[in-house]
Structure formats: C-alpha cells, structure tokens
C-alpha cells in the first residue's frame, strides 16, 4: 500500500487496466439488463394476470449466465475473444465463426472505462474516494447506453448509486457532508419530478421519465444540492446540442423522443471531477 501512496503511478495504472476490464463487463451489462428487466417484468404479469395467458420465460438470463454470443450466429465466444480492445482489434471488428461485424461500441465502451478511470486516479490520487468515483463513473457508463438503446433508466443502478453517495457522506468519505447529500438526493428528485408534472398539465404529455428524477437524486447524493444547478444547466446545454445534431442527421421532427440520462451522467461526472472550478468560473463572471 506505501507503494501506492509514493508511487501514484502504480494506481493510475492499475485503475486504467481495471477500468478496461470493468469496460468489457459493462458491455454485457448494458446488452442484458434491459432484457433481465423486461423478463422479470413478463414473469410479473403472467403470474399477476393468468386470464391474459402470458408465457413466463422459460430460460432465466442473467449477467453471468448463458455465455455471451455472436447476435448474428450465435456462435459462444472463446475466452480470446473477450480481451478487452485487443480481441476486437485482432478479429478486426468481426465475429471468427461467421464475419458479421462486431459493433465499434464494445471498444469504445472498454476505451471510455477506461480512459475516464485514468482521470479519477489522476485527480483525486489513491484513496477510498476515488475508488467509489471510479464506481460511479461504471455506473453512469451502463446507464448512458442502456437509456441509449431503450429510453430506460434502471433502478438497479440509480438507486444504488443515490445510496452509495449517501453512504459515503455518512462515513465522511469525500468532500460532501451528510446534509448535503441528504438535500441533494431529495432535491434533485422533486426538481425534475416538478418539472415533469408542471410540463405534463401544461401540455398534456409527458416530457421525461421517472428514471431521470431518480438519476438527478443520484447525482444530488453524490455531489450536494449546491452543485444540481450546474449539473442542469449542463446537461441541458449539452442534451440541447446532441438532440439538434441528432434531428438533423436523422431527419426526424420535434416530437421525436430523446434519453435525457446520458446528459444527465455527463453533467454529473464532470460536475465531479471541475464542478467546483466552474461554479468558481461561473459566479466570478456573474458577480466580476
């Protein structure tokens, strides 16, 4: 552990390599939990509803169970084929049974885990911090592309995460006191669930879903009630940008519904890592 300390390249590097292991692993996370989901889900109502004669599932999914496939041939994957990065780049993006081509997203995933566990471990060096950040930064990873693929925000992962930020202020582990995360989580889910309320009388439609408030109570919990107007400036500004490019590449109207959660987990990461310099920024250009 000395070594650790004197040496902070040693966790820089180990929490890299871990990040891109963990990356190969939220992949299947983000494929499959949709699906356990939407499985649990069907179970639910065929035992709730028998009159609708609903099919319960017969073969049970889970995160480490069945091995992982080819989608197209459903060829099992070898071990060699699951070294992260290495294994898309020697199978040169396509599957060795059949040649279909392998998603530039399974890299990009791994590369992004990675990449952005190098950056906790640079900012906040070795300590219990910043090993529960690079766990936060997995799980917004997972939860961006799952509400990429299917507009869901899973409560196996928002409201962990909420407790996990409310646990580490209880120990006094980071720079937000109890307060503050309690305050936050709670603040961050009225806001949005006032939000959608005040949207959905106004228009009659719903503008966002109640896995965006429970991803805000996250965020709160983690970074405090004083950061939640940055984090929503931010991902406003940023869901503001990507949905206009979107519509423009897509060629699709404005009714067309988008996942507000990947700008939400953006805003708060990098509320995270230089929340304090931008509200320092941005309240000096106010009161300066």
């Known amino acids: 552990m000395d070594a650790i300390y004197y040496n902070p390249w040693i ?33 639910e109502c065929a035992e709730s509803f028998p009159e609708y004669k609903i099919t319960p ?45 392998i998603s530039i997203r399974y890299p990009f995933v791994e590369l992004l885990s990675a990449a952005l566990s190098y950056v906790i471990a640079s900012h906040f060096g070795f300590s219990y911090y910043a090993i529960a950040s690079m766990v936060f930064t997995f799980a917004l990873i997972g939860a961006t592309f799952i509400d990429f693929d299917t507009l869901l925000l899973p409560d196996q992962i928002t409201l962990p995460l909420m407790w996990l930020g409310i646990s580490l202020a209880l120990f006094n582990i980071g720079p937000v006191s109890l307060y503050d995360s309690v305050l936050g989580a709670i603040c961050g889910y009225m806001f949005l669930w006032l939000l959608y309320w005040g949207f959905k009388l106004l228009t009659g439609k719903e503008g966002m879903g109640y896995g965006d408030f429970k991803l805000l109570a996250a965020l709160g919990a983690w970074l405090g009630w004083q950061y939640l107007p940055i984090v929503v400036l931010l991902s406003s500004m940023v869901g503001l940008v990507f949905g206009l490019i979107q519509l423009r590449l897509q060629s699709k109207g404005k009714e067309h519904t988008f996942p507000f959660g990947p700008y939400l987990s953006i805003a708060g990461w990098i509320s995270l890592i230089w929340g304090e310099h931008i509200v320092r920024w941005y309240f000096g250009s106010i009161l300066g």
């Open 11 to 43: 966790f820089t590097t180990l929490a890299t390599v871990f990040g891109l292991i963990i990356g190969s692993f939220l992949n299947v996370v983000i494929a499959r939990l949709p699906k356990i989901m939407e499985q649990e889900w069907r179970d």
């Open 57 to 101: 599932t017969s073969e049970r999914l889970s995160l480490s169970s069945p091995r992982s496939t080819c989608p197209k041939c459903s060829t099992k994957l070898r071990i060699i084929d699951n070294i992260p990065v290495l294994s898309w780049l020697l199978l040169r993006g396509k599957c060795h049974h059949c040649k279909a081509s």
